[in-house]
């Protein structure tokens, strides 16, 4: 069905009760529709707030805001209007089913932003913006979808588009008046400036790590040996018992996960089995996840009791990733404390008692540091959609392609069809080359009335 020739509604704010709810229309019928649960006509103009009674035939139903925005202006391009009326359920589904009576359709995950899209208001990756505001969980995260829904990514590509296209523009020039004497560009000249872009790219590429763990939390396992204070973390993380104590070596069998917002970013915690050697069926298999979350981990929080661990048989999980803390500071002496420190000088170290919540925040602060150290230091933004790597990854290798094609000498022709491959994949971030499938699974993640 045309989306020129429908009206949709939904919902726009959360089910359940509250003190308003939004319903919002869309599309040629909108006003028309929104008229029918007036007794009187109402004149309305563009932006403009009315306070109005809503009828359900003869019965006054509530007394509403209503706002109308004309086509083109609106977010989706099309005649909208937004319904204010008190957050009862059954106010909200009887104009729901009122609306659908008089000709609207419900609207489909999304469909508000499709059709924004879809009628030339902002671009795909500003419309994936949209959801990650919406979804943000953080102060970090919520400055990357802002970039994001204010088309900085998109003017980024177009401005790498533009320089790909001027090249081919000078390539072409070359073909077209190959049999006169005119001084064309260099290939070495034309090689430097696609470097300089392939540089871009592969920025753009490397920051995807930093910007994924913005946009989903930073993935933060926690290792050790049975009765290292793990669990104990855990819960002083959370300040809350979420995770059992006990003096039984072996208690947690399964991976544990809660968040923590810390300095701007969200922290996925994920609380682990003890690592040893086990005759338990049961523990070994928890001890095989234990190493499996280690795998994709963005920090480490290595647990080390200084009386009953040794340095050596964590060798393996030390790196710049990995803090180690040694818990329990409680129990021991400074001296025999400052000799562990020492053994982990080469390591980012801290002592704590998770016990009595000694040290955590400083923790806390380390695990940050860690992650402010990860943000790419070589551009000025980054990207955080694995659709959007994907494409880069693309324009990346299609680059490459042109330059080993400089490189071996071929003729303009090749080397601009290798370009003109590099703006397709490009332009998949901008939704320019996007097919239906793949518009279709980027909005059904969308909330209905969004």
Known sequence: MDINQTTIVALSTPTGYGAIGVIRLSGPESLNIAASFLKRPQQFKHKQVRFCKLYDHDTHLDDVLMTYFSAPRSFTGEDMVEISSHGSPYI????????????????????????????????????????AIIHAKTKQAHETAKNLLNGNLGQKIRKIKNSIIDIIILLELELDFSDQEIEFTQHSVIFDKLSIIQNEILNLINSYHYGKMIKEGVKTVLIGSPNSGKSSLMNAFLNEERVIVSEIPGTTRDSIEESIRCGGYQFRLI????????????????????????????????????????KSQFLKYLDKQTIVVVNKIDLYEPKFLNQTYEMFSDFQHIGISAKYHQNIHQLADLMVDIIKNKEPKNSDLFISIHRHLQALEKTAKELQNTLDSIHSGNPSELIVTDLRFALNSLDEILGKTTDDDILNKIFKNFCIGK
Do not use: M, W
């Open 92 to 131: 909200i589904e009887r104009v729901l089913e009122i609306c659908i009576d008089h000709g609207a359709t419900l609207a489909e995950p999304g469909e508000f932003t499709k059709r924004a899209y879809l009628n030339d208001k902002f671009d795909l990756a500003q419309a994936e913006g949209v959801d």
């Open 271 to 310: 609380d682990t089995a003890g690592i040893r050697d086990s005759v338990d069926e049961i523990e070994n298999l928890g001890i095989e996840r234990s190493l499996k979350a280690l795998e994709n981990s963005d920090i480490k929080l290595l647990l080390f009791d200084p009386a009953n661990d040794n």
